[in-house]
């Protein structure tokens, strides 16, 4: 057996059972602020998504088993400045109270132990899948308070001049949409918000899996205008409905609250088309399965950027030929030749 093989097997034991230990003594440290966390999960609408974190973070992290097998296990103490970092930010957070900062340190603490217990290999791997676990975290509600109402302020605002284009006769003052004799109040629940921090994470999980570069990644920027917007068309929808069916029909739980979905929804196809947009790998490319030099609208033969129209400049004749390359298809299996 090669030394680097006998030097791995000997830490593969060690470092399950430190691994072991890890978990419970990390474990134990987080237990009581988990069930703080949970309870927000389970009761306010903001953070439902938080129950779906740890299994697409966990669904990530096996996306990437084969480069994990490969990776080198090489404990290092490089990663212990990070260790001490969160476990100086869990023991401070616990002095003051304050669970934001407890949750914080976590991935920040899961990290380091990654680095110094596995190597520099698995850390580099392993670092996005983890950062994600920051979407756990519960933001303090008067922190929520104090953003709800820019949102509130701006949907209402863009619905009344998206209705006023519309021809409908809005009054906006503030928060509050008047039609016909009808006042609407934009509470803080349809502010948007709820659908942000969901947003969020579906996109940052979407521009994992596509592969975006780190570009692409400044879509997560957009976000805030892209609830802002689908919020917008919510508002304005709803007003529409109560021109047309009567106010009473525009505030049934079907249309008034349903529409949190179709705010989620058209928020995410949007950043999904933008992410789309501005990424070296289109979705699109992926969903069918066509390589990116090889085949695909826009994709080349012989690694050559001359899109989906490929020029064979032949020596037997003046005039180019030039040949259709479509997903799946190879130039000369064509029958059709353009001279």
């Known amino acids: 057996m090669p030394e680097n093989e006998r030097r ?17 003594i990390v474990g134990a440290m987080y237990r009581d602020v988990a069930a703080y966390f949970w309870q927000r999960w389970i009761t ?12 697409v973070v966990g669904w ?31 023991v401070v957070a616990m002095r003051v109270g304050v669970r934001v900062a407890i ?43 104090h953003a709800g109402m820019p949102l509130q302020v701006l949907s209402a605002g863009g619905a009344a001049k998206v209705a006023h284009a519309l021809g409908l006769p809005v009054i ?28 969020l994470f579906a996109a940052a999980v979407l521009v994992e899996i596509m592969s975006v570069r780190w570009t692409g990644r400044l879509v997560l920027l957009a976000i805030p205008a892209i609830v802002l917007a689908a919020n917008t068309i919510r508002l304005t929808s709803v007003l529409l409905f109560a021109e047309f069916a009567g ?14 979905i179709i705010v989620y929804l058209a928020a995410l196809a949007l950043t999904w088309g933008l992410i789309d947009l501005v990424s070296a790998q289109r979705l699109l490319a992926i969903a ?39 997903p799946g298809v190879e130039a000369g299996d064509l029958q059709s030749v353009y001279k």
């Not at 948007?192 to 969901?198: I, T, Y």
């Open 247 to 260: 106010p009473d029909f525009a505030m049934d739980s079907l249309v008034h609250g349903g529409s949190d």
């Open 172 to 199: 906006h003052d503030g928060i509050n949409l008047t039609l016909n004799g009808h006042t609407y109040v934009i509470a803080e629940a349809c502010s948007g918000l709820n659908s942000l921090l969901a947003l």
């Open 44 to 55: 306010e609408d903001t953070y439902h998504h938080c129950l779906f974190v740890p299994v």
């Open 288 to 326: 069918f399965g066509w390589d990116d030099h090889t085949s695909g609208p826009g994709a080349s033969v012989s690694g050559e950027e001359d899109g989906p129209w490929r020029e064979d400049h032949s020596p037997d004749g003046p005039a180019p030929r030039r040949d259709f390359v479509g």
């Open 103 to 145: 949750g914080l340190s976590f991935p920040i603490i899961i990290g380091g132990l990654v680095w110094t217990g596995l190597g520099g290999g698995y850390a580099r791997l392993l670092a996005y899948p983890l950062g994600l676990l920051v979407f756990l975290i519960p933001v303090p509600k008067h922190i929520l308070g």
């Open 60 to 90: 990530l992290i096996w996306r990437r088993r084969s480069d994990l097998q490969e990776a080198e296990l090489n404990p290092s103490w490089a990663g212990l400045p990070l260790l001490v970092v969160g476990a100086l930010l869990y």
């Open 8 to 24: 791995t097997a000997n830490l593969v034991g060690p470092a399950i059972v430190g691994g072991l230990v890890a978990a419970t």
